[in-house]
């Protein structure tokens, strides 16, 4: 099995909502839900969270059936996961250990995500750093991902708390 040995890229990303509301987003299911999945046209399956250091959650994102080739991990049109916290530290600072549930090895092994939040100007700054990716993800690719899971967080998170009740604050 090979892994990058230290791929650590920073993404940031400035919210007007408070820590402790970006924190909520990041681990309570119905939250966690709404923005995850990078690409609007995919699913999310249903999901737990247990919020405590060596708990965690277990989530599938499912391709859609539009999408021209099947690149899932798990399955052609499946990426299954399991992410386990490895530090919770309310609302500042999340470390994730996720694995993919895939017979490839290009997937196999551990990759950590360190998620910090800091108070800034009456709202969030969010850093996301990766470590360790499998080398069946290309880091181009995560980036990109996470960019756009962060996009949607922002929709909701930033949303007033009467709007926040609809995914995304869209009111219809």
Same mark, same amino acid.
């Given at each position: 099995?090979?892994?990058?040995?230290?791929?650590?890229?920073?993404?940031?990303?400035?919210?007007?909502?408070?820590?402790?509301?970006?924190?909520?987003?990041?681990?309570?299911?119905?939250?966690?839900?709404?923005?995850?999945?990078?690409?609007?046209?995919?699913? +999310?399956?249903?999901?737990? +969270?247990?919020?405590? %250091?060596?708990?965690?959650?277990?989530?599938?994102?499912?391709?859609?059936?539009?999408?021209?080739?099947? %690149?899932?991990?798990?399955?052609?049109?499946?990426?299954?996961?399991?992410?386990?916290?490895?530090?919770?530290?309310?609302?500042?600072?999340?470390?994730?250990?996720?694995?993919?549930?895939?017979?490839?090895?290009?997937?196999?092994?551990?990759?950590?995500?360190?998620? %910090?939040?800091?108070?800034?100007?009456?709202?969030?700054? +969010?850093?996301?750093?990766?470590?360790?990716?499998?080398?069946?993800?290309?880091?181009?690719?995560?980036?990109?991902?996470?960019?756009?899971?962060?996009?949607?967080?922002?929709?909701?998170?930033?949303?007033?708390?009467?709007?926040?009740?609809?995914?995304?604050?869209?009111?219809?």
């Amino acid at each position: 099995m090979t892994t990058t040995p230290l791929l650590s890229f920073d993404l940031d990303r400035t919210y007007s909502a408070p820590p402790e509301r970006v924190w909520s987003a990041f681990t309570r299911a119905e939250l966690l839900q709404r923005w995850i999945c990078p690409d609007p046209d995919w699913n +999310v399956s249903a999901c737990e +969270v247990d919020p405590r %250091t060596g708990g965690g959650y277990r989530m599938s994102l499912f391709y859609p059936a539009s999408e021209p080739e099947a %690149t899932g991990k798990t399955t052609a049109r499946e990426d299954r996961f399991t992410a386990r916290y490895v530090e919770l530290t309310p609302p500042d600072r999340i470390v994730e250990a996720i694995t993919f549930d895939s017979t490839a090895p290009a997937f196999a092994g551990e990759m950590t995500m360190v998620v %910090t939040l800091e108070e800034r100007e009456g709202g969030a700054v +969010v850093t996301i750093a990766f470590e360790k990716l499998p080398p069946g993800i290309r880091p181009e690719d995560n980036e990109a991902g996470t960019q756009l899971a962060l996009e949607k967080l922002a929709r909701y998170v930033d949303q007033p708390a009467d709007r926040r009740s609809r995914p995304f604050g869209i009111v219809r």
